[in-house]
């Protein structure tokens, strides 16, 4: 079973995504700040997590840098969930980061869950 880690401060978008995600059967992790993300991705990786990219204290590009830099971490699936727009320069400062696409919020569930099943194929 795929598993997918949603890192967000907002515990309705976590249960959202995590409703959505279920109904596919993938298992979902939840982690409400980059910390507790590093905590349990070290414990247990999933298959592809999916930062918020502005949170309170580690943003979701600090979160996105330090698994880039952690050799155990490094070579995870990362995307970002965010209301943030992206424009030329920021899109090519994600692939730089590695970023496999980023959903912006407000989404559709199942665009959600389409873009997240092509996240895990790739």
Do not use: W
């Amino acid at each position: 079973m795929a598993s997918v880690m949603i890192v967000d401060d907002e515990p309705d978008i976590c249960l959202v995504v995590r409703r959505a995600l279920e109904a596919h059967g993938i298992e979902v992790v939840e982690a409400r700040s980059g910390e507790e993300a590093l905590r349990k991705l070290r414990s247990k990786p999933v298959d592809l997590v999916l930062i918020d990219f502005l949170m309170p204290g580690m943003s979701g590009r600090e979160l996105a840098e330090r698994i880039r830099r952690d050799p155990k971490l490094k070579d995870l699936k990362l995307a970002f969930l965010t209301v943030a727009n992206f424009g030329e320069v920021g899109e090519n400062e994600l692939k730089s980061l590695g970023i496999l696409d980023y959903i912006r919020k407000p989404f559709k569930k199942d665009d959600l869950v389409q873009r997240v099943k092509g996240m895990l194929q790739s």
